[in-house]
């Protein structure tokens, strides 16, 4: 993780307000949430600030992140939202790394969240080339060939520094090597690679993103 995030309940107030102030505009998490929600973003505003500090004081456990700013071309298919790559590894029965599967998610919406169960637009990527190679879909299953906001057609779309994207992924895969199969959300920057999560349950909804089934892969290497 190349960002800088602060755990608020472990912070003082005077921490977070020069945290906000260092880089005037950040994103706030719930720390145990999951899809997106109640992610959003806050500048060095006090009326923004005395909200948080309010929530907190309530015994909210939060987090607080830097913006990370994503490549431009991800940014060309929505400027709204830090659109990910999902890279799916899973770790094998002798400590090899595989990629079992990529997927781009992109924001659906003008918000700020990219996951798709919050709005978010997932789309499923050749391992190989880095080419978006179906359409888009969203949660209620509707398939999208041109982003709803961008009007970006996605079958097609060239994820820009694609080819050392699944190697960091496998370099992260070693830094916890006894979770063996984690879902990466990776962010594509102009200067490289970050990364803002793993995920111990990816979902198996990313089959859908090229109805191909993968279980005959995964039981390759349990």
């Not at 307000?17 to 719930?30: M, R």
């Amino acid at each position: 993780m190349k960002h800088d995030v602060l755990v608020l309940r472990e912070s003082k107030t005077d921490d977070i307000l020069a945290f906000v102030n260092k880089y005037k505009e950040v994103i706030i998490k719930p720390a145990n949430g999951a899809c997106g929600v109640g992610i959003y973003k806050i500048k060095n505003d006090k009326e923004a600030i005395d909200k948080l500090i309010a929530r907190l004081k309530k015994g909210e456990n939060l987090i607080m992140e830097q913006l990370i700013v994503q490549h431009p071309e991800m940014a060309r298919m929505n400027p709204t939202s830090v659109n990910t790559i999902r890279v799916i590894t899973m770790v094998d029965r002798n400590g090899d790394t595989h990629i079992i599967n990529t997927s781009a998610k992109f924001g659906g919406s003008e918000n700020c969240i990219s996951n798709t169960l919050s709005g978010g637009i997932s789309c499923h990527i050749n391992s190989e080339t880095g080419i978006v190679d179906h359409p888009g879909y969203d949660k209620h299953g509707e398939d999208y060939v041109m982003h709803p906001v961008s009007k970006v057609i996605i079958p097609g779309f060239q994820i820009p520094n694609w080819s050392g994207v699944c190697d960091f992924a496998i370099q992260l895969s070693k830094e916890v090597p006894t979770g063996r199969y984690i879902g990466w959300d990776i962010v594509i920057t102009e200067n490289g690679y970050d990364v803002l999560e793993g995920n111990i349950h990816p979902g198996q909804d990313f089959q859908r993103s090229d109805k191909t089934g993968r279980w005959n892969l995964i039981k390759r290497f349990i």
